[in-house]
């Protein structure tokens, strides 16, 4: 025997032939029979080979045209030099932040519905704020939403204004105030425009709706002129996650004119409630036309790729692994939640010195309750590490009374030693300047 034939187990159909040669001592008959077995299997083996052969080219194909496809996209994808993103968790877990810009300037067609650029509309503020926590070990999906007019103490280098403020300086600002101000790490930063999210509804064939009843909103566009299920092309579904001026007909209102139409008191809130149910709607229709699709994935990146502007370190292998991590995981299910504010009353708050208009305040310990939640982390961690925190009684405090107001030190440090830190007070101090907030 040859070496290919002492491999009886061997990939060579000679050597499997061989295996079974019939013996010379059976019968014409038995031989004949026996040959034509064995030929049958041998046919029987070919096409499960060409079938094989087949099979191989064609996924080396599919991957040399999804490799192609992914290098198309990799040069399409906008990149941003963002700076203090956070490594990577132990366990594996990452944070994506999600922005939808309103900058009119940087859209392929200027729409008169958003103000244009060349009439001075030319800030750039953060329309949406979500954090997507994803955990790759337990397939857990989770999105927070930060309310654009949250106050909060560094969403400039200068200090305190409104979170949406902060993209004017730039994503990394953005990043930094997420971070510093509510203590979530963050890995990873996606930026979408109006052009962006109408790329992705009209890529579906629109998406269908359901409205209670009629809705309007002249500042976003909005129009739904009756209740019931409606399909929204790109343009009305940007009108609808945009709206922050609604106003309904509700049952008891007959007039069809606008003026004496009730507005939703809640303004941003509500939106950021339509923008989850929206979420939802979105999530079913991608999985109802198929993600996993070809076409449809090709539809859908195509119309997201040329708008998508993503931080240097989120590569395309990056991206495809998200997607096959969690593919089978149903988005329109995950667990959506707002962060907790004060609803300032009034149209004016003013902070050192400046008018900031309407804005809501940070509510605690509901908002540290609400991270823990999106992180999947106990109460006394520090959520930027997953380390437990030092406790109260750990830590001393002096409490310098500066406010101008008697026995408030010793006030304040009582307070702080009912909560166990060390806390004393050490008489007072000239006041620094008037207090400027109301």
Same mark, same amino acid.
């Given at each position: 025997?040859?070496?290919?034939?002492?491999?009886?187990?061997?990939?060579?159909?000679?050597?499997?032939?061989?295996?079974?040669?019939?013996?010379?001592?059976?019968?014409?008959?038995?031989?004949?029979?026996?040959?034509?077995?064995?030929?049958?299997?041998?046919?029987?083996?070919?096409?499960?080979?060409?079938?094989?052969?087949?099979?191989?080219?064609?996924?080396?194909?599919?991957?040399?045209?999804?490799?192609?496809?992914?290098?198309?996209?990799?040069?399409?994808?906008?990149?941003?030099?963002?700076?203090?993103?956070?490594?990577?968790?132990?366990?594996?877990?990452?944070?994506?932040?999600?922005?939808?810009?309103?900058?009119?300037?940087?859209?392929?067609?200027?729409?008169?519905?958003?103000?244009?650029?060349?009439?001075?509309?030319?800030?750039?503020?953060?329309?949406?704020?979500?954090?997507?926590?994803?955990?790759?070990?337990?397939?857990?999906?989770?999105?927070?939403?930060?309310?654009?007019?949250?106050?909060?103490?560094?969403?400039?280098?200068?200090?305190?204004?409104?979170?949406?403020?902060?993209?004017?300086?730039?994503?990394?600002?953005?990043?930094?105030?997420?971070?510093?101000?509510?203590?979530?790490?963050?890995?990873?930063?996606?930026?979408?425009?109006? =052009?962006?999210?109408?790329?992705? @509804?009209? &890529?579906?064939?629109?998406? #269908?709706?359901?409205?209670?009843? !009629? *809705?309007? /909103?002249?500042?976003?566009?909005?129009?739904?002129?009756?209740?019931?299920?409606?399909?929204?092309?790109?343009?009305?579904?940007?009108?609808?996650?945009?709206?922050?001026?609604?106003?309904?007909?509700?049952?008891?209102?007959?007039?069809?004119?606008?003026?004496?139409?009730?507005?939703?008191?809640?303004?941003?809130?509500?939106?950021?409630?339509? =923008?989850?149910?929206?979420?939802? @709607?979105? &999530?079913?229709?991608?999985? #109802?036309?198929?993600?996993?699709? !070809? *076409?449809? /994935?090709?539809?859908?990146?195509?119309?997201?790729?040329?708008?998508?502007?993503?931080?240097?370190?989120?590569?395309?292998?990056?991206?495809?692994?998200?997607?096959?991590?969690?593919?089978?995981?149903?988005?329109?299910?995950?667990?959506?939640?707002?962060?907790?504010?004060?609803?300032?009353?009034?149209?004016?708050?003013?902070?050192?010195?400046?008018?900031?208009?309407?804005?809501?305040?940070?509510?605690?310990?509901?908002?540290?309750?609400?991270?823990?939640?999106? *992180?999947?982390?106990?109460?006394?961690?520090?959520?930027?590490?997953?380390?437990?925190?030092?406790?109260?009684?750990?830590?001393?405090?002096?409490?310098?009374?500066?406010?101008?107001?008697?026995?408030?030190?010793?006030?304040?440090?009582?307070?702080?030693?009912?909560?166990?830190?060390?806390?004393?007070?050490?008489?007072?101090?000239?006041?620094?300047?008037?207090?400027?907030?109301?």
């Amino acid at each position: 025997m040859t070496g290919e034939d002492q491999t009886p187990h061997g990939g060579s159909l000679l050597a499997r032939w061989k295996e079974v040669e019939p013996q010379p001592t059976r019968g014409p008959a038995a031989s004949r029979a026996a040959l034509r077995q064995l030929a049958s299997r041998a046919r029987r083996r070919r096409r499960r080979r060409r079938v094989l052969i087949g099979a191989g080219i064609a996924i080396v194909v599919l991957v040399g045209a999804v490799a192609g496809y992914a290098e198309y996209l990799n040069q399409e994808i906008k990149r941003l030099s963002v700076h203090d993103l956070s490594q990577a968790t132990g366990n594996g877990t990452e944070n994506i932040l999600l922005v939808g810009s309103t900058s009119r300037c940087v859209l392929a067609q200027q729409n008169p519905a958003f103000g244009l650029c060349s009439q001075g509309v030319t800030g750039v503020n953060s329309d949406v704020v979500m954090v997507l926590h994803l955990n790759p070990h337990t397939k857990q999906v989770a999105i927070l939403s930060i309310p654009r007019d949250l106050f909060v103490p560094n969403a400039r280098t200068t200090g305190h204004n409104k979170i949406d403020a902060a993209l004017y300086q730039g994503p990394t600002q953005l990043v930094d105030a997420v971070e510093q101000d509510f203590g979530i790490p963050i890995q990873h930063y996606v930026e979408l425009n109006f =052009d962006t999210f109408q790329g992705i @509804v009209n &890529a579906l064939g629109g998406i #269908k709706m359901y409205f209670p009843m !009629p *809705l309007f /909103d002249q500042e976003s566009s909005l129009n739904i002129p009756t209740a019931g299920c409606q399909k929204l092309n790109g343009f009305q579904a940007l009108a609808v996650v945009r709206a922050r001026h609604l106003q309904y007909k509700p049952p008891n209102v007959s007039t069809n004119n606008h003026a004496y139409w009730p507005q939703d008191p809640e303004s941003d809130l509500s939106r950021i409630r339509r =923008d989850h149910e929206f979420i939802r @709607v979105l &999530a079913t229709q991608v999985s #109802k036309r198929g993600l996993g699709d !070809p *076409l449809t /994935d090709r539809s859908l990146v195509s119309a997201v790729a040329p708008d998508l502007e993503v931080d240097n370190g989120l590569g395309i292998t990056d991206m495809i692994s998200l997607v096959l991590s969690f593919h089978g995981v149903d988005a329109g299910k995950a667990p959506e939640t707002t962060l907790p504010v004060l609803v300032h009353s009034g149209l004016s708050y003013y902070y050192g010195g400046y008018n900031y208009g309407s804005v809501e305040l940070a509510s605690q310990p509901q908002d540290s309750q609400a991270v823990d939640q999106l *992180l999947g982390l106990p109460a006394g961690r520090d959520t930027m590490t997953g380390a437990p925190l030092p406790s109260p009684s750990s830590i001393q405090v002096t409490v310098v009374n500066g406010s101008g107001v008697y026995n408030k030190g010793t006030q304040v440090a009582a307070d702080l030693a009912a909560l166990g830190f060390q806390a004393t007070a050490a008489g007072t101090t000239p006041s620094p300047g008037t207090p400027s907030e109301t």
